[in-house]
């Protein structure tokens, strides 16, 4: 079983920065490079949508069209890490984020339990 903590939402204005973490951990030692990793998120009254996604080494990443250009995806396979800098925030993007882990061995997959992330004046 893998256990996903987010850490680094909270409140910021618009067109401000945050820097979103997530920290894997398994209880039997986890191979955090067995794993892509996704950060969603999810409104109030809305489904929830893939924001980030990044590869089981960190060669490759892709971004909700909404985030394109704005957003960042990044790993650090020692620190079991995966991280999304967000810029030029919008009010529109308020919502709870998640991060997701696939295992891209089996397909198991793992969800935190949530950061909030506010954008308002």
């Known amino acids: 079983q893998v256990q996903l903590v987010e850490s680094g939402g909270g409140l910021v204005q618009p067109g401000g920065s945050l820097r979103l973490s997530c920290a894997g951990s398994a209880g039997s030692g986890l191979t955090f490079s067995y794993y892509a990793m996704q950060w969603h998120r999810q409104a109030v009254g809305k489904e929830r949508e893939l924001v980030a996604a990044?590869?089981?080494?960190?060669?490759?990443?892709r971004y909700g069209d909404s985030v394109k250009g704005r957003f960042t995806i990044s790993r650090d396979n020692a620190k079991n890490s995966v991280y999304l800098q967000m810029n030029s925030l919008r009010p529109e993007d308020t919502a709870v984020y998640y991060c997701n882990a696939v295992n891209v061995r089996n397909g198991a997959r793992y969800w935190g339990q949530g950061t909030q992330v506010t954008v308002s004046s």
């Open positions: 990044i590869d089981s080494a960190g060669g490759s990443t």
